[in-house]
């Protein structure tokens, strides 16, 4: 795996460096692994970079789309991307984005779009249960299924707020959904009850970006505003979950996404929205990091 080489020298408390992306890729929103390679998502330009030591293009997504969150999937070995048009100066509005599924060479292999009025997914996860799609402006989390082309509710418009970064859980029968503005919720996936976690002091946890897990245990990120960026990990319990911040402030500046490698952790350091809203160059490259979980990430039974 590529970040095996760094596991020795990562701290148990601190991300690593693994590479930079070069400025002039302003807005780097992204990031999903296949433990050989690192892909990252370019928002404006809208390119999907292959990285190791260095950073390439690997594809372009098609006219009027821009790449957000993505996903490797390991089961049907595709690369899947959440695209649309974010509100950024320079890219023009759409009613619609699209899930789009590529192969490891970067050809496109499929566009999944709802019967909707309106879609705009900004994350995406991938597992055995299926390929799930998140809607951050209304809510909605889809779901495609194996041998099926339509993409079917988990969480219907409207119940939801802003959905972002999902994973199942260990059984694969259970959807985790970080809601940015309701909090992190279980969502049955044969039943559809929908359950909002409430922390020890019956707090929701709320400000997740993304989402992952590793064995028994999720990490996301933190970027809600209220406190410095972080790197989180919770633990789900019935309907409680526990949650502590393993990694905040530098060089967690502007985090948005992240991605599992093995027994490694990778995210986006600064995606840099702030300067992409204000229609201004970026000043710096964006880190990706690597992180080392202190428990395996290997499902304990």
Known sequence: MILALIAA????????????????????EGVATDGRTVWVSSVLDGQILKCRKTCAAF?????????????????????????????????KKCARGALIGLDSSGRLMARHVPVTAAFHP???????????????????????????????????????KSAQGSATDPSGKTLIVADYSQGIMAVDLITGARTILKQPNDRPVRGIDGLTRCGNVYYGIYNGGALQPALVRFTVNGERTTLERPVEGAPLVDPTQLALDGEMIVMVGNAGWEAAGKGSPRTGPTPILAYDPPESCKTRP
């Open 9 to 28: 020298a990562t701290a148990v408390a601190q991300p690593t460096l693994l590479f930079e992306v070069p400025a002039k890729h302003r807005l780097i």
């Open 59 to 91: 594809a372009i997504l098609p006219k009027g789309l821009h790449p957000m969150g993505m996903a490797w999937d390991r089961t049907r070995r595709r690369l899947w991307i959440a695209a649309d048009c974010p509100d950024l100066p320079g890219i």
């Open 122 to 160: 900004g994350d995406v996860s991938a597992s055995a249960a299926g390929v799930f799609v998140s809607d951050s402006q209304n809510g909605s989390v889809y779901r495609l299924s194996d041998g099926k082309s339509e993409l079917t509710y988990v969480v219907t418009t409207g119940v939801g």
